[in-house]
Each structure stands twice: as C-alpha cells, then as structure tokens.
C-alpha cells in the first residue's frame, strides 16, 4: 500500500455524499458523520435511567419528582426555594451524562436565573475512568491553578437525590464539536484559540506531585511510557481476536521509550472535541474523568495527533491550528521547552491508545451493557488508526 494511501479522516470518506461509492448505507454514513464530533472515547447518546424518561440529546423535559434534588440544591445554595424550570440532555457523555439545569433561585447568594450542569456516571465505562467524587477533586485543583474549566459547585454522594453520585458545576457555552471546529477554520487556523489552549495545558502541567487531595491517583513507579504499554498489551491478552498491528506498535513505543522526564498532572484526553470555543477562543475545557500524573509530552502528543484533527489533518495543533502557534502558548507559561522531535513518540502513543480505547468502546456495545450504535462504530476506525500507526512506526518514520 502506497503511502497516503486513505489518509484522510476515517470519517469523512464514509460521508453521506460519499455513502454510493463506499457501498454503505446513507443511515450508517450520516451515523459516522456525527460519530466524528462524539469522538471522545465517542460521544454517544446513553438513555438515562434515574429518573426515567426517553428524552434524547437537545431535548427538553420537566421530570415528575425533582424534589430531592431541589432540596440539594436548596441546601447548597442557602436558598429559601428553588424551581427546576427544565433539564436538558447535553451532547456528549460516552463516559458519563451531563445535563443542563435551567433554575430559578429565591435568596441565598445564588439568588436569580441559573444554569448549572449536573454530571453523573452513564450507565457503563471504562477501566480508566475516575468516578465522579474524583473527578469533582481533579476540577476543583485545577480550577483553583487558573485552569479554564467549569467552575465545581458541589459533589452529592447521596443516592437517593439522583441514582447516582453526581456533582453540579457551572454551565458554559460555546462549541465543542471537532469537526465544526476544525471545519471553521481558515487556511493558517486560529492562532489565538491555538495559544490559548497550549497556554491553558501549561497551567495545568504545573500542578506537581504530591497534591494531598489527589492521592487517589496512582503514581507511576517506572517510565509512564512503559507503564502505559503494559496496561494496553494486559488488555489486548484479554481479546479472543488478535491485533497484530498494535502490538507492534507497541514494542515499536518500548523500544523507543524517552528517558523519564518531569511528572506532572495530565488531562489525558486534552483535545478538539473536549474544549468549548467561541469567538472570543477558549471558554472551558471539558471531561477530566482520565486525569493522572505522567510526562506532560503525552498531552502535547495526544492533542496535536493526526486522528483528533478531524477535517484539517493539515493543522498539527488539533486540526484547529499550527503546531508553532500551540507551542508558542504553551512556552509562555511553562518553563519546559518542547521539541517537535519530541511529539513524535507520543503522536504514536496516542494513536495506539485511541484504538485501544475504540476497542473498548465497542466491547461496551457487544457485551450488552450499552447497547449503542455509535460505540460500535468507534471499534470500526480501528483499520484506518492501525494504517496510521504502520506510516509513523515505519520505515520513513522520524
């Protein structure tokens, strides 16, 4: 196979106007076209269980029995009554489910018109994923370090307000979805937005070991890069099917893992997708449920790799933007000086953990504990991340 050879976003070339000659329907095309703004880990839509209700994303609804999460809220907010005008189920959530919370606030210090976001578990995840008591943690560090995030209000651990542990953060707006993002760009991308956000990872890289209220997370007792490598080919020994292009992707990162370099506190799926933008550029960045300690290049290397720039695989700072431009935001604030020649590793890295995951995301599918076409999808790009892996490991590789 010739170099270049499909490379384009998995995607696109199953488009709906593309659906004829890929000989796939136009359902399953228009499927993958939204499959590509859900890529988190996907983003697919997961029927709420607590309260019952079939609402789907974007709709709107009043539930039958708010009260005891009006008490909650009343509570914490010192409030003398509070009304849930209506909620709303936000796109996005593989892992977990967000919901808008349009309220009405009488006295207290959060008197008035309100929009909170309540997030709680979806109803299966991955081994990764932090719970929702440690992802409140994670955001209120990281908030607290001039992180750009929503801002954590309060973490309910009582199962009787909602089902499920949650905690209720501030709601923010702007777009998230990659492939708007990428597609609105223009030939050079946004230098702004692409400053700001390497200026914002850099924040957060600041935060060191030890942090007493993140003593959850594990910390690594060898290269992460090893210790990562371990983790994925556990995994893959627990398949029936063999992957023979992962593996040796794998030994390919073993062979040539970096040395062991500054520990620092990692977002690990910082990228076009999980960030809102707006016009003014960065607003928030989102999902912090795979936070944990390693080498701030496997942030760096996961945001600029080729499979999160969706339609612009010709702008190395997330499909968004220039490499120089992101970097450039990202030495403003860090002390730590990044190579280009650096990201080459970690580009493959995360290429290797993304079809990790997507084999993950289908097994949720194919287990039955989530059934959901899109997370059957996401196991679907695994033959164009694997052609991916073979051009950046091979012969002409950096």
Known sequence: MKPGLLRRAPWKSLAPESARVTGISRKLAQALLKLSDNMTTGRPYNPMSTPPTT??????????????????????????????????????????????????????????????????????????????????????????????????????????????????????????????LSAGTGPQGRAQLAAQ???????????????????????????????????????LDTLADAYPVLEWGLRWCELHAPHNGTLCLLHRDYRTGNYLASEQGLEAVLDWEFTGWGDPCEDL????????????????????????????????????????????????MATLRWAVIALQQGQRHLSGEEPSIELALTARLLPELELDILHMTGAEAP
């Open 55 to 180: 609402v789907r994303d974007g709709e709107t609804f009043v539930a039958p029995d708010d009260q005891p999460l009006v008490e909650f809220i009343r509570e914490h907010a010192a409030a003398k009554r509070v009304v849930i005008q209506a909620r709303q189920r936000l796109s996005g959530g593989a892992i977990q489910e967000n919901w808008l919370l349009d309220l009405l606030i009488e006295g207290g210090p959060w008197a008035g018109a309100r929009r909170w976001v309540l997030r709680s578990d979806a109803l299966s995840a991955l081994p990764a994923s932090l719970d929702r008591e440690q992802e409140f943690a994670v955001l209120q560090v990281v908030h607290q370090a001039g992180v750009k995030v929503p801002r954590p209000l309060w973490l309910c651990r009582d199962m009787r307000v909602h089902g499920r542990v949650f905690f209720l953060m501030e709601y923010v707006p702007g777009v998230a979805a990659g492939r708007l």
């Open 197 to 235: 956000l390497g200026a914002n990872l850099a924040r957060l890289h600041q935060v060191r070991p030890p942090c007493a209220t993140l003593d959850f997370l594990p910390m690594p007792t060898r290269s992460p890069a090893l210790a990562t490598i371990d983790a994925y080919r556990h995994y």
């Open 301 to 348: 290397g996961w945001f600029t790799a080729r499979c999160w720039r969706f339609t612009r695989p010709d702008l190395e700072a997330g499909g968004i933007g220039q490499l120089e431009d992101f970097l450039g935001g990202y030495h403003e604030v860090s002390p730590l000086r990044i190579e280009r020649s650096q990201l080459h590793y970690w580009q493959v």
